[in-house]
């Protein structure tokens, strides 16, 4: 599966963004997706998750009520709706696939896409 993000940007404290995730490759429903995000000088962090139908949400504690992961089928991408933007939130995100929608939680997807930057200013 080839993953590639878009969407990323510059954006006030309380602003949106919406990312977005476009797959290739393989049979998209064939793979849970998820979103994560790298903080300069931090480890890698879970933000959010989605089944492979769409079934099946999860999201990290930090994001919970700002963010939304959806997915659509048919045009073979999964999106980031994140709300009420604060400073914390900038970061280097990348999307995910896994199988297992376990495995994309656990941070063990099979595939990456490269990231791209939301950077939030207070």
């Known amino acids: 599966v080839q993953l590639q993000a878009s969407g990323g940007g510059l954006v006030q404290a309380g602003g949106s963004l919406r990312l977005s995730c476009a797959a290739s490759g393989r049979t998209f429903s064939n793979y849970a997706m998820g979103w994560f995000r790298q903080a300069p000088k931090k480890e890698r962090e879970f933000v959010a998750a989605i089944s492979r139908f769409g079934g099946d949400t999860s999201y990290a504690y930090s994001v919970r009520g700002r963010f939304t992961i959806s997915r659509d089928a048919a045009k073979n991408t999964v999106s980031l709706q994140m709300n009420s933007l604060k400073p914390e939130d900038t970061a280097v995100y990348f999307c995910?696939?896994?199988?297992?929608?376990?495995?994309?939680?656990?941070?063990?997807?099979?595939?990456w896409g490269q990231g791209t930057q939301v950077t939030v200013s207070s």
């Open positions: 995910a696939a896994a199988p297992r929608l376990g495995s994309v939680e656990a941070g063990t997807a099979d595939y």
